[in-house]
């Protein structure tokens, strides 16, 4: 089981949003994502964040519903004292087991400073599991759920 989703704490903010399943929707709902997100984090776990997410809206997208199928996109956004979690929810075609397990620990396959060779898709999950502490990944009858975790420092407010 997955230890950071089964804290119980008392949630600070909670807001779901849903889109259709475009490029200019889910390109909007990280937008607006972006104003939920914790004021009280840093720059580079903001970043991660939206970095993260974006990247796994845009996955929906392009893999979930190709050719052009269209289908609802859903976000969820909860905020605790120690964490931010992420839910995504799509009834789209499912992240493939395999694609999931082959990223493994290693999260880059290139030469950064070699920019001609820098690879131009497949890095999605790599960059995903780069900017989240946690991940789980659950499909079934009712759909797919992408559930991702940010640990966080604790607020001093609260």
Known sequence: ??????????AVR?????????LDAVSALSVTLSSYIAQRLDSDTKSAIE???TEAL?????HGYPAGD???????????PDRVMLRVKDHGIP???SKLQRTGDVVF???????ENVPESGMGIAIIKASFDDIDYVTGELGNTL???????????G
């Open 95 to 97: 992240i493939p087991s």
């Open 14 to 22: 909670d807001v779901t949003l849903a889109v259709r399943s475009t």
């Open 147 to 157: 559930t991702l975790i940010k640990n966080c420092a604790p607020r001093s407010d």
């Open 109 to 115: 396959h290139f030469d950064p400073l070699d920019m």
């Open 58 to 62: 845009v996955n929906v997208v392009k």
């Open 1 to 10: 089981m997955n230890t950071s989703t089964s804290r119980q704490t008392r």
């Open 70 to 80: 269209v289908g609802l996109v859903e976000l969820q956004y909860v905020e605790y």
């Open 51 to 53: 970095l993260g997410i």
